[in-house]
Structure formats: structure tokens, C-alpha cells
């Protein structure tokens, strides 16, 4: 299983957090996701999915990565 993690722009509270979280939870393949607006990161973890697949889903929460 991997583990990867994101620098997000732009998050500064918890419904911040809880955006990301929705939407990168939805990607394929994506089994855990913890976001930390206090760290600016996204920690992604499952296996199938790519950069460009949380790139996206990041973006569609109205973020992006750094």
C-alpha cells in the first residue's frame, strides 16, 4: 500500500480539511486520507491511484497543490 503526501495551498481550518478529505476520499483506490490545515498537507493512503487523480480532486475541493 502506498503513502504519499501533498503540500495543499490555501487551507486554513478544519471545513477546509474536511473538503480536501471528501474529495481526495473519492478517488479510486484511495483507502485513507488525513488533511492538516496547521501543516498545509495532505497525507494520501491506497494503492491505484496517481499524482494527477489528487491533483485533481484537490482542485475540485477549490485547493491546490504546492
Same mark, same amino acid.
Given at each position: 500500500? @502506498?503513502v504519499?503526501?501533498?503540500q495543499?495551498?490555501?487551507?486554513t *481550518?478544519?471545513? *477546509?480539511?474536511? !473538503?480536501?478529505?471528501?474529495?481526495?476520499g473519492?478517488? @479510486?483506490?484511495? !483507502?485513507?486520507?488525513?488533511? !492538516?490545515?496547521?501543516?498545509g498537507?495532505v497525507?494520501?493512503?491506497g494503492?491505484?491511484?496517481?499524482? @494527477?487523480?489528487?491533483?485533481?480532486?484537490?482542485?475540485?475541493a477549490?485547493?491546490?497543490?504546492?
Amino acid at each position: 500500500m @502506498a503513502v504519499k503526501n501533498y503540500q495543499v495551498e490555501g487551507m486554513t *481550518c478544519g471545513h *477546509c480539511e474536511m !473538503s480536501v478529505r471528501e474529495e481526495v476520499g473519492e478517488v @479510486a483506490g484511495v !483507502s485513507q486520507v488525513e488533511a !492538516s490545515h496547521e501543516t498545509g498537507t495532505v497525507t494520501v493512503t491506497g494503492e491505484g491511484f496517481t499524482d @494527477a487523480d489528487i491533483t485533481a480532486a484537490v482542485e475540485e475541493a477549490g485547493y491546490r497543490l504546492a
